[in-house]
């Protein structure tokens, strides 16, 4: 399942080769930044089959998705290639990361083999794979030149996938709504916890119980601390054992207490 | 079409990462290096640093819910902005359904947060 | 338009120098400003007003021990600052600064790229910082530092789609992503026909669109993980948060990247919602106003305005409790989002056909704000006096006049001293002082 996911990442990469040589006026700018990044994109799908620690193998993934965003903005697809980012790898990236913490960190492949000789094969099939798209699509696009971007993209990138999106494939557009709902119910049913009401305390609950009336919010004492009093009212003693004036706040009677509800308190004994 | 006018982003983009990368290069070099064991233990209030952190490391599943409502989210949102730059061409055909769309993907939503599925304790 | 190369190093390099002057200026403008609200002088010693005070930070931080602890994935320890720099610095490729101006004899617009995607590029960026402080959190192999990153993700990734959706309707006024074109858009006003008269419209979207720039502005303190929103980092419950393992100047970048951060959200919000560079009003009678270099100043004062408010903010709120947060984000937010963005379409779309239906809907349309105002507007609930026992205002303070529990020897002395006093301290104060 990994090597279909390498190929299907390395997929684009690979096909962006024939695609780029047969429009003929590919700047050298183009080609700079796509011999630039198709090993970038290619090494991120490797090593996120080769690492052995799952977030590792995430970031690969990342590393790839992000260098195919660059390759659909070469591609004169500046949306499609800034959702890449936003949805590919803020979003779905985010969710894997979350699910592979969620194992928790410790949790590594092993490298023993349970199937003798899986490795080999799934190496020699992955590659095999990738040659058997690259020639085909060689094939099949290599004498083809692009035709038509220049009036797709004339009014807009954006406004031309709006033209299109929201016209002929309403349809489509429509149904992704339901996906979408299915999305959402469906990580309800995995992941939530239905919990009858008042079983489990909540922050809200807690914060409630804690400045109720009768419950001092602050900190207690800690253990080992003699303290009768912690009344901001109590005064300090001095080294003679009387008592400091000025530790007392001045605020403490201009809050409008009596002289006596203001006047230091001793601690008694 | 031409990458030129994404060029200076990327300009800007690996300066920064440049800036970046050397700062974290250097900064073993020029700092100080002076051994001390309980330095390089994890940070815990005064106690032995327990050898995992919270339940090995593991994230409670709640954020796997948070993730996945944001990407159904985030989906919406991309479709908004195509929709909203070119609203004035499609017309009241793409207010309504655009209306549809957004009603449809708030019936999870309600589902959602009907279950208590955006209640945090 | 494509600058020349030498132009084009020299952008980049002079907005690379102005985000890190700014941040630098920003830490010693917040520290100042917090003091001033705590009556307190902020730094003032390294050079004039201490203005020079986070230079010398930094420079302290360069030279303090790079620790890296047992237990920490070292790559990822070691990529996440990075890769939280390097995408708060991006984000500001897209921002103008102002219109065209001559630099050594060429013609240039203030702006480092634009591009027709210009707004997505912010985006894009400030997802990706999210795996910085995610990773941070995650690779630190410390239970403070998972806690916070594991919150920070939730919060980045709640507030981006409040964020998101806030945005929706200045697109749809400006029908465009680009950040120039939507600048542009909010130069003039819109003329628009109500009761048979021209009235102008003003044209920055803050005033047109005012939900919108509400949502947004809460979102995007969310989304830069301030205060009272920096649960990421909540230093009476997670200690420093993600960054609690980092030292050196690995901490300093995520320092530099939350400041960048600030920077560029506050620049995407002058850009959207506050006309961009151009002058404001009393200002922009003035014909040169929008001319040359000065709209790069106004862009700066803007957005030292909101630098100003992110610092007032942290000034004045408590940090929230993190189901109130999360309720704020998901409860809140996002369905004010889709209610308003259906609003203000429903009301676009009526607002094309000539006549009654137009001026219906803006009346309708003003109710409708007058109503969110009224319901918003802070109501002043009549403070009770306040009592010895119940503190300021219903808020606990610690009792003053608290009843001491008799101390076991209290009562030998007291039998000793026959009758002089009874065993307790408080509500005694006359008694006490004649002692004294």
Partial sequence: MILAQTVAAAGPALDAAPALAAAGDVSVGEQVVFWILAPVALGGAIGMVAARNAVHSALFLVTTMFALAVFYVLQAGPFIGMVQIIVYTGAIMMLFLFVLMLVGREASDSLIETLRGQRMAAIGLGIGFALLVASALTRGLGAVSAQGLEEANRGGNVEGIAAVLFTRYIFAFEVTSALLITAAVGAMVLAHVERPKGMKVSQKERSRARFAEGSYPGMKAGPGVFATSDSVATPALLPDGGESDRSISRVVPARGLTSAEAAPKHTER | ?121 | ?436
């Fill in chain 3, 1 to 436: 338009m494509i600058d020349v190369w030498w132009l084009l190093i020299l952008k980049v390099v002079g907005i690379f120098a102005f985000l890190v002057l700014v941040t630098l200026f920003t830490i010693w403008f917040e520290r100042r400003v917090v003091g001033r609200m705590q009556h307190r002088p902020g730094p003032n010693r390294v050079g004039p007003f201490g203005l020079l005070q986070s230079l010398a930070d930094g420079l302290k931080l360069a030279f303090k021990e790079d620790i890296l602890p047992r237990g920490v994935d070292r790559w990822v320890f070691v990529l996440a600052p990075v890769i939280s720099t390097t995408a708060a610095f991006t984000g500001f490729a897209v921002i103008p600064f102002g219109p065209e101006v001559s630099i050594f004899g060429e013609q240039t617009s203030l702006q480092l790229a634009e591009v027709p995607v210009g707004v997505l590029v912010v985006l894009a960026a400030s997802a990706m910082g999210v795996y910085g402080v995610v990773l941070a959190g995650w690779s630190s192999g410390s239970t403070y530092p998972l806690l916070g990153g594991m919150r920070s993700a939730a919060q980045m990734i709640s507030y981006e789609i409040g964020m998101g959706l806030s945005i929706v309707a200045v697109f749809m006024a400006a029908s465009t992503l680009s950040t120039r074109e939507i600048v542009a858009a909010q130069a003039d006003g819109t003329p628009y026909q109500l009761l048979g008269m021209d009235v102008q419209l003003p044209s920055w979207y803050v005033l047109l669109l005012f939900p919108s720039f509400l949502i947004f502005m809460i979102s995007i303190v969310g989304e830069t993980n301030r205060a009272p929103f920096d649960l990421a980092e909540a230093e009476s419950e997670l200690v420093g948060g993600f960054h609690t393992e980092y030292s050196s100047l690995k901490f300093a970048l995520f320092f530099l990247a939350e400041y960048v951060a600030m920077v560029v959200m506050s620049g995407l919000a002058v850009t959207m919602f506050l006309g961009g560079w151009h002058a404001p009003w009393p200002l922009s009678l003035w014909g040169e106003a929008n001319t040359g270099w000065w709209p790069f100043l106004w862009f700066t004062l803007k957005v030292m305005g909101f630098l100003f408010m992110f610092v007032w903010l942290r000034g004045t709120l408590p940090r929230l409790r993190y189901d109130q947060f999360m309720h704020l984000g998901w409860k809140v937010l996002v369905p004010a989002s889709l209610v308003w963005i259906i609003a203000i379409s429903g009301i676009r779309s009526a607002a094309r056909d000539e006549g009654d239906r137009a001026l219906w809907l803006t009346v309708l349309g003003l109710v409708f704000i007058a109503a969110l105002l009224g319901y918003l507007w802070p109501r002043r609930r009549p403070v009770p006096p306040a009592t010895a026992d119940s503190g300021a205002g219903g808020f606990p303070v610690p009792p003053l006049d608290l009843v001491v529990p008799p101390n076991p020897r209290a009562k030998r002395l007291a039998a000793t001293r026959a009758g002089t006093g009874p065993a307790s301290g408080s509500g005694e104060g006359a008694d006490d002082e004649k002692e004294v």
């Fill in chain 2, 1 to 121: 079409m031409s990458l030129s006018p994404y060029l200076p982003i990327v300009g800007l983009f690996a300066l920064a990462f440049a800036f970046a990368l050397f700062s974290v290069a250097i900064a073993p070099l020029i700092g100080p290096r002076r051994y001390n064991k309980a330095k390089l233990e994890a940070y815990e209030c005064g106690i032995e640093p327990t050898p995992q952190p919270v339940g090995g490391g593991r994230f409670p599943i709640k954020f796997y819910l948070t993730a996945m409502l944001f990407i159904v989210f985030d989906i919406e949102i991309i479709f908004l902005y195509p929709w909203a730059v070119a609203y004035d061409a499609l017309g009241l055909f793409g207010f309504v359904e655009m209306v549809l769309f957004i009603g449809a993907v708030f019936i999870a939503y309600a589902y959602v947060w009907k279950r208590g599925g955006l209640d945090w304790d």
